[in-house]
């Protein structure tokens, strides 16, 4: 079935310095690459999403940028503050005949340290 | 506007009991899913529907089944709890278009199968 590695699971950083996360995607048919950001005890919210006729996208402080040949897609936060904090996921979706059904890394913890 | 709402926030339940979890939208959203999530394990689908009187399963759907009789309600039922079902679950729903297909994620539901 469809699958999303995201790496590293664990990420620390200096407040400022800027942080990266990794995911591959297997579903070739993906077209809509969303992350989100789930706060201690909260819910994911989305915070950015690329789609797969764009190969990067940039908000702010945040960008994502997307390899489709490679299948993988990244998120980039600059200028890291306290904040930031919280567990990132990134998914792919799949629309399929039926429906359109999003799959999820199994997300990465970042810690910003002030 | 509540968005996405889910109760009960939390329930123990002694193994072998049954329970209904509901989730309710009111964004005229024609899809809506149930995630369960633990930890270092991301959010992973175990039903979803992709609108009124359908439903799909997901990547876990094994001990749960729900139920779309009205499109702002899917419902997620446990037949017979089991302790490997102890798990925080989110409900999410989602616009179908051309247009942003962001998903809306409920406050979650603790749940504890003892």
């Known amino acids: 079935g469809e699958n999303v590695e995201q790496h590293p699971s664990t990420l620390s950083v200096q407040e400022g310095d800027s942080a990266v996360i990794k995911c591959t995607y297997s579903?070739?048919?993906?077209?809509?690459f969303p992350w989100y950001k789930q706060e201690l005890g909260k819910r994911p919210q989305l915070i950015i999403d690329i789609r797969s006729n764009v190969g990067e996208k940039k908000d702010q402080r945040i960008a994502v940028t997307l390899n489709k040949t490679a299948k993988h897609f990244s998120l980039h936060i600059t200028e890291t503050q306290p904040e930031d904090s919280a567990v990132y996921f990134c998914?792919?979706?799949?629309?399929?005949?039926?429906?359109?059904?999003?799959?999820f890394g199994a997300g990465t913890r970042l810690f910003v340290k002030a | 506007n509540a968005g996405v709402t889910q109760t009960p926030k939390f329930r123990v339940l002694k193994t072998g009991q049954s329970m209904t979890l509901l989730c309710a939208q009111d964004?005229?959203?024609?899809?809506m899913y149930w995630y369960r999530q633990d930890p270092g394990m991301g959010l992973r689908l175990i039903h979803y529907?992709?609108?009124?009187?359908?439903?799909a399963k997901g990547e876990v759907p094994d001990g749960y089944n729900v139920s779309r009789l009205k499109k702002q309600n899917f419902l997620l039922g446990l037949e017979s709890a089991a302790p490997s079902q102890t798990s925080v679950y989110f409900c999410a729903s989602s616009y179908h278009g051309q247009g942003k297909t962001e998903a809306f994620f409920g406050q979650g539901t603790r749940l504890t199968v003892v």
């Open positions: 998914a792919a979706s799949n629309r399929n005949t039926g429906g359109f059904k999003t799959i």
């Open positions: 964004m005229n959203h024609e899809y």
């Open positions: 579903d070739s048919a993906s077209n809509y």
């Open positions: 529907s992709v609108g009124e009187g359908t439903t």
